[in-house]
């Protein structure tokens, strides 16, 4: 029978390396886009007019009314925190590696906001954001949550279709 804390039932260090390598690489991107004053133009500038295109469908506000939108940008935060927390707890893979993930992502979202405020001319800190970083490191660490005792569940499943029968 394999428990929880044994990590038997953890994928093989390859994947989960492959994993915190697109972590890092993504927290990288992420933290270097929020705090450019830039962002918008290097996005024009990768994805030409693709981005110009996607940015017209997604403003809603011509055909939507726009009390309904959120006004801020928080879905993006909620996002980019909630996929960095996702990664960085399926590199650890470890039930205390949950704690650790929350605490370490959260904390890295809030030097970012600190950082925006600090480095860039263009962009400020905001409670809000500070709040949506919270909630997206929460999310990402239940959905990593899901994850392990799914995976926990298939490979006890696997392994138990293995055995001889007595």
Sequence with gaps: MT??????????L??????????????????????S???PRVTREIFGD???RLSDRL???TTVDTGRLPGNDAIVHIGVWAFAALLVALTLWRW???LVTATAVF??????????????SSRAVESSD???????????TVVAAGCMLLWSAVSAAVRGSRRPSR
């Design 3 to 12: 428990t929880f804390g044994t990590g038997q039932a953890r994928p093989p």
């Design 14 to 35: 390859a994947i989960r390396l492959s994993i915190g390598l697109i972590g890092a690489c993504a927290l990288a991107f992420n933290v270097v886009l929020m705090i």
């Design 37 to 39: 004053d830039r962002a």
């Design 50 to 52: 693709f981005a110009q």
């Design 59 to 61: 403003d809603a506000s």
């Design 96 to 98: 205390w590696g949950l």
């Design 107 to 120: 904390a890295a979202s809030i030097v970012v906001e600190i950082g925006q405020g600090r480095y860039s």
């Design 130 to 140: 500070v709040t949506a970083n919270a909630v997206g490191v929460m999310v990402g």
